[in-house]
Each structure stands twice: as C-alpha cells, then as structure tokens.
C-alpha cells in the first residue's frame, strides 16, 4: 500500500543552524511534492512545491529536494529562527491524477533561542 | 483575496447525534477537498470534488458521511450518526485545478488553500 512517512520525532535545534526534514514514500509515483506548514489550531499553510523533474526548489532561506530513486524529500532551513517552530507536513500528488493531496504525518520543529 | 472559510469553528455533540459542517472556498477554485485530522497526526482525505462532480471519495466512511458541493461552490460535510472516533480537526481547502482536474506535466496552481478547520468532539 502506498505510505508516506516523515519523522515522527520532534527535531529540536539552535536558532541560526539549518533544520532538515524528511520525508519518504512507497508504492507511489508522484507527480510533484509539496511542503506545507501547519501552527497549533490553523489549517496547513503551503510553502513550497517541487516537480518529479526537478531535483532542488529553493525559496528565501527554505530548500526543497527531490530524489525519485530514493524516494525521498528533504527540507532545508537555513538560519532557522524561533518563529520557524511549527509542524511541516509533505504532500503528494501522483501523476495523471485529479491533484489527489495525500499527506504525511508531520514533523514537529522546535528552533531555541 | 479572501481565503477558505468554513464554520462553525468548534462543535461539542453527543455520540449518535448528526453534525454538519460549511465551506466556501476561493472564489474560482475548481477542486475542494475535506480532510480529517486527528490530533497528532497528519490530514486524511476524505472527499474531494472537482467543480460539483465527486472524484474520490475512497475514505469517506459513507455509512455515516456524506458530503455536497452545491453549484460548484460551498460545501457541506455531513455525520450522522457521530461516533466517538470522529472527534477530530475538519479541514476543508481549495485548489485552483486545470478543467477536467486531471494533472497536466508540470502544472503549477496545485497547492492548497486551508480553512481553519472546525473541531469536532464527540462525547
């Protein structure tokens, strides 16, 4: 069955450093890859999309990769700050299909003063 | 440009009682998605609608859900009888879609709007 996993461990770091996220599939073959933030209480906010042919997306200090032999994504933070504390959740939509949205589980970030 | 609203914003019912929920998404978005998100975990989908037509609705518990977009526009997501495993975050969001909704190659307008949910207890 098709699964998508980020890690359930909350990632905990030093303002300034480079948070890194991840995010693995199965059984899947999507069609782009999106990342999206979500605070306590609100709905998940998009940050950033990256294509099944496109191997980096970089957007202000955010990084996204792609790699479909892996099957994985990796988000970057650079120069993290405490505002950047919230839950990144990965998306996908597979190829041909109706922009079906199936999300991950999420990750937890905590960036400390 | 305004975004996705949905109401109410919280709702306490009781185990067997029917419980609806509204969204109106970005004017001109052709996909609305429902998702449900129980605490801790990550959204699930379970309806969504390209223009009023339904394009998946696998997850949807349809003994005890049901969802209508009316007109292509607002929505209604619909339980009854709740459960006490409902208990969870109603997420409804819109996407801008390409006519038929099908993904073309390298199609941006993809990403999704979030309203910010209705919470929903069951007790």
């Known amino acids: 069955s098709q699964k998508i996993e980020q890690n359930s461990e909350a990632l905990n770091i030093q303002e300034g450093k480079t948070a890194t996220l991840t995010c693995n599939y199965t059984?899947?073959?999507?069609?782009?890859l999106q990342w999206y933030r979500q605070d306590p209480g609100r709905g998940p906010v998009f940050l950033l999309l990256i294509r099944e042919n496109e191997k980096e997306k970089r957007k202000e200090r955010l990084k996204v990769t792609f790699d479909t032999t892996l099957k994985q994504s990796l988000f970057h933070i650079t120069a993290s700050q405490p505002a950047d504390s919230a839950t990144y959740l990965c998306a996908l939509a597979r190829s041909g299909g109706y922009n079906k949205l199936i999300f991950g589980a999420g990750t937890r970030l905590a960036v400390h003063p | 440009e305004a975004g996705v609203a949905q109401s109410p914003r919280y709702k306490i019912i009781e185990k067997r009682q029917s419980v609806a929920f509204w969204c109106n998404p970005i004017?001109?978005?052709?996909?609305l998605y429902w998702y449900q998100q129980i605490l801790g975990q990550g959204p699930k989908l379970l309806i969504q609608?390209?223009?009023?037509?339904?394009?998946?609705d696998s997850q949807l518990p349809k003994d005890r859900f049901s969802a209508e977009r009316l007109k292509g526009v607002d929505s209604t997501l619909k339980i009854q009888p709740a459960k006490l495993e409902d208990s969870a975050v109603y997420l409804c969001?819109?996407?801008?879609?390409?006519?038929?909704?099908?993904?073309?190659?390298?199609?941006?307008?993809?990403?999704?709007?979030f309203g910010q949910g209705t919470r929903l207890t069951v007790v």
């Open positions: 004017s001109g978005h052709a996909t």
């Open positions: 609608f390209q223009n009023n037509g339904v394009v998946d």
């Open positions: 059984n899947y073959s999507p069609a782009y």
């Open positions: 969001a819109s996407s801008l879609g390409h006519g038929s909704g099908r993904i073309p190659p390298g199609a941006g307008g993809s990403e999704a709007f």
